[in-house]
Nanobody, 121 residues
């Protein structure tokens, strides 16, 4: 089991930034790919970003390329999502997840509780 606690969401104006951590516990953090999803009200859940267990490979949905950055600190069992130049369409609940490997990043086994991000125009 991997337990994930994500936090740091909030209300921000368009063009602003947020950075939130997700802290993992349980099975070794360093062996899992870490993945962020989001779900806006009334919409399907969407893949946002992923970073492989080694940290060497990163992936982003096209809509956040150049604005979001995923990073991980294996020594602290923590993954971060840095979000810059936020837009109202980024408003969603963001979920930190863990997948056994990067090949299964779209179907992660473990989920955090989610944190709300609201971007006002």
């Amino acid at each position: 089991q991997v337990q994930l606690v994500d936090s740091g969401g909030g209300l921000v104006q368009a063009g602003g930034s947020l950075r939130f951590p997700c802290v993992a516990s349980g099975r070794p953090f360093s062996t899992h790919a870490m993945v962020w999803f989001r779900q806006a009200l009334g919409k399907e859940r969407e893949f946002v970003s992923a970073r492989s267990s080694s940290g060497r490979n990163t992936y982003y949905v096209d809509s956040v390329v150049g604005r979001f950055a995923i990073s991980r600190d294996n020594a602290k069992d923590t993954v971060y999502l840095q979000m810059n130049n936020l837009k109202p369409e980024d408003t969603a609940v963001y979920y930190c997840t863990a997948a056994s490997n990067i090949a299964t990043m779209k179907t992660p086994e473990y989920w955090g509780q989610g944190t709300q991000v609201t971007v006002s125009s």
